[in-house]
């Protein structure tokens, strides 16, 4: 196995490895590359829902599907795996997310625990379109300017549980109007990644977030701010999906998007993602 950093500030591709015949030394080698490059990536894999929960589970306990996520396949069984589709099987979808675009976001940073992993693994792929990016909010908090980073250092953000990181109203709940009383968790602004030592911005999501204790408009205000600096191309690495991807990223440092994609193609992702811990400064 080797690991190839990628050419920007973030991520590697790792090569020479059918990850269904991990054993326990590369898994550990994968496990010290994932938290030094923040994404990986391996090309070329052929997994079943089953071998992707074989594969996720030898780095930390899954967690099953949210029962807010759109339907996901019977065949899937009991399997902690689900589907990111814009499929459609006798009229229903078969996994959540649509084809729209998907904004910057931490996966369910609205949890008192966020996942500390997420797990892609690409079944179909359309022929354009629906790539991902990946940011390091690691590398966005060191090149942040002094001011702001004195602005947000000591507060807490809340993150809104309600809405889909494609703007849909979650299952189960109401639109939000006021951002002071969203549902979700708060998080310190800035973590410390529990393992590595290091800090990095933690805003979860921009729609309906607020920084507590601050008016709304000045709270607005700031996190615009926040996110135009962490949206530049600079910390972000955007990965275009060929059929067998896997992809892995630390959910406590890395933040991701996707672009749509034309709704007449098929889009079929597999997805799992490990227990959270609570974020800390
Ligand atoms: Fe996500």
């Known amino acids: 196995m080797e690991v190839l950093p990628k050419q920007g500030a973030v991520g590697a591709e790792v090569i020479g490895i059918d ?28 997994l079943t829902p089953e071998g992707l929960a074989a594969f996720s589970a030898q780095f930390g306990e899954l967690e099953p599907p949210p029962a807010s996520e759109g339907g996901t396949r019977e065949e899937l069984g009991n399997q902690p795996v689900w589907y990111i589709s814009n499929v459609k ?22 949890l008192p625990e966020p996942p500390t992993t997420s797990i892609l693994f690409a079944q179909e792929v359309p022929p354009s379109g629906g790539n991902t990016s990946f940011a390091d909010m690691e590398a966005a908090l060191d090149a942040l300017d002094d ?46 990644h529990p393992e590595t030592g290091r800090v990095s911005l933690y805003l979860g999501r921009r729609r309906h977030a607020w920084i507590e204790g601050m008016a709304v408009g000045e709270s ?4 615009d701010r926040l996110w135009e600096h962490c949206a530049e191309p ?15 990223w630390d959910n406590r440092r890395m933040i991701h998007r996707r672009d749509a994609f ?3 193609t098929r889009r079929i992702m597999l997805r799992t993602q490990l227990c959270g811990d609570r974020p800390f400064k």
């Open 89 to 110: 099987e006798n009229g229903q979808a078969i996994g959540s997310l649509g084809n729209a675009e998907a904004e910057w976001h931490t996966d369910m940073s609205y």
């Open 19 to 46: 990850v269904t015949k991990s054993d326990a030394q590369t898994v550990a080698a994968i496990r010290a590359a994932w938290l030094k490059h923040g994404v990986l990536l391996f090309r070329g894999q052929n």
């Open 262 to 264: 034309d709704p007449t």
């Open 220 to 223: 607005e205000a700031l996190l």
């Open 147 to 192: 001011d702001l980073r004195k602005a947000i250092a000591h507060r807490t953000v809340h993150h809104d549980s309600s809405t889909t990181s494609v703007g849909e109203t979650r299952r189960g709940h109401d639109a939000v109007f006021d951002v002071t009383t969203a549902p979700g968790a708060s998080h310190p602004a800035l973590r410390t």
């Open 234 to 248: 600079t910390f972000a690495w955007e990965h275009v999906w060929r059929a067998g991807d896997l992809v892995m």
